[in-house]
């Protein structure tokens, strides 16, 4: 006898399709995120458990060392090492699906799958395309900045037109000032709300009231308080990273700034300043080169740093139009490798580079900053979470469950991460600054 598709059928249905993470990742996560895709993972319960993660780092060899014994004898130091404490955060995304929809294909399993896939597949791409962009970040939450005087009716024009990949329409916005990791907020700042995108002209609309019209939040400021993030990504009370008041991934921004830390920082418990090539990776400014000369010179500035630790870079990761100008520059002596994930089955087109300790693939990634480029050692860096991320939320012996929504005819799918980004060498990687 046929049984009728119902509730329980039917998100037990859902659950067979998300059931093997390797399989929706490989679909919905990783083919738009390269840097996501092939860094290393650990999602093992021991992985990011406990409060926080030591993270050890050896920056320096113990000295006692002389042609001199008795001098030898009295200048000993230990080995000079630090453990940077490194907090998870989490990550948030929801799909509700109606009960509507499960009523009306009750006789249709099929219909019910391919509706709620649909759903459940835009939520994980959403949410991963947030892990993806976060991996290159600062932990700042920005998103973007407002060009200086350019809020007129709620119409805003961005600072760096590339970045208008960070938003979609619905995104509810906070504008707050950016200093390090202790953001402030124009005291009665409204949310702005997302109606339209102009794509290419980096311009975004925004409304100070959730489905209304074109208008100017209260308080927002362009020259006060550029920087746009999601609301709810910041913590306005306390952001710093030592304390794990940050609510956003620790990423390569931050590992790898391209500004030197300057003294008494805390990061992560630890102050780089006191030698920030070693602790915060290399930068080189390139910006006055030609990219690909850039590119090898950067390579070999990190080959003389990190080169007697064995760990030299491998990838290379630039926005879309930094690889364009690479491309075009190289002409007829461009040299192309597919890279492929040591997983999943999927792979990426990279540029391949002759550098001072062999080879290094270059590869586009949307999330990477305008005019800057991360040249990684892959094996110091591994991506730290409770499981895959992301991955759906499971509540109870059942695995995945669709929840009451209290106040809605609705069922709910909650997808999440927790976890971080850490580097065991961060001395063996370098940010480059580009001309294009």
Not at 203 to 214: E, F, N, P, Y
Not at 224 to 241: E, K, M, R
Not at 364 to 393: E, F, Q, V
Request: hydrophobic share 40%; with cysteine; charged share 15%.
């Amino acid at each position: 006898m046929a049984i009728n598709a119902n509730a329980s059928n039917q998100i037990a249905a859902l659950k067979e399709l998300y059931d093997n993470p390797t399989e929706y990742l490989q679909d919905a996560v990783y083919p738009t995120n390269p840097f996501l895709a092939l860094v290393r993972k650990d999602e093992s319960p021991s992985g990011m458990g406990g409060k926080y993660l030591p993270v050890p780092v050896i920056y320096g060899n113990p000295q006692g060392r002389s042609a001199d014994f008795a001098t030898a004898q009295s200048n000993q130091t230990a080995t000079a090492d630090i453990s940077f404490f490194v907090y998870r955060v989490k990550n948030y995304q929801l799909v509700t699906i109606e009960n509507e929809l499960l009523e009306a294909t009750r006789d249709d399993i099929a219909a019910f799958i391919d509706q709620s896939k649909l759903q459940v597949d835009t939520a994980l791409s959403n949410l991963s395309n947030e892990l993806g962009r976060q991996l290159f970040g600062n932990a700042t939450g920005s998103r973007g900045m407002i060009a200086a005087g350019t809020i007129t009716s709620g119409a805003i024009t961005l600072r760096e037109s590339a970045d208008i990949v960070n938003f979609e329409i619905g995104m509810a916005l906070v504008s707050y000032s950016v200093s390090s990791l202790t953001p402030t907020q124009s005291t009665g700042a409204a949310v702005g709300y997302v109606i339209s995108i102009n794509r290419g002209a980096g311009t975004l609309v925004v409304s100070a009231t959730q489905g209304g019209a074109a208008g100017t939040p209260t308080n927002w400021s362009g020259t006060n308080f550029p920087y746009l993030a999601v609301q709810g990504d910041i913590n306005f009370t306390s952001n710093g990273l030592a304390t794990g008041a940050a609510r956003q991934l620790c990423g390569l921004g931050m590992w790898v700034p391209d500004t030197a830390p300057a003294g008494s920082e805390n990061f992560w418990g630890v102050d780089r300043s006191i030698d920030a090539t070693r602790l915060a990776g290399l930068r080189y400014d390139g910006s006055s080169e030609m990219i690909e000369e850039a590119l090898v010179n950067a390579a070999a500035l990190t080959a003389r740093e990190a080169g007697k630790s064995g760990k030299v870079p491998s990838m290379c990761f630039m926005s879309f139009a930094s690889f364009a100008a690479l491309e075009n520059a190289l002409g007829s002596k461009v040299q192309y490798v597919q890279v492929r994930h040591a997983e999943a089955e999927i792979a990426f087109d990279a540029i391949r580079i002759n550098a001072p300790y062999g080879q290094i693939n270059v590869i586009p990634d949307r999330n990477c900053p305008a005019k800057r480029a991360y040249l990684l050692s892959m094996d110091t860096w591994k991506l730290r979470t409770l499981g895959p991320a992301p991955h759906i939320l499971k509540y109870g012996m059942e695995g995945l469950e669709g929840l009451r929504v209290g106040n809605q005819d609705a069922l709910e799918v909650r997808m999440g991460y927790y976890g971080n980004l850490v580097c065991s060498l961060p001395g063996a990687n370098c940010v480059v600054t580009l001309s294009s």
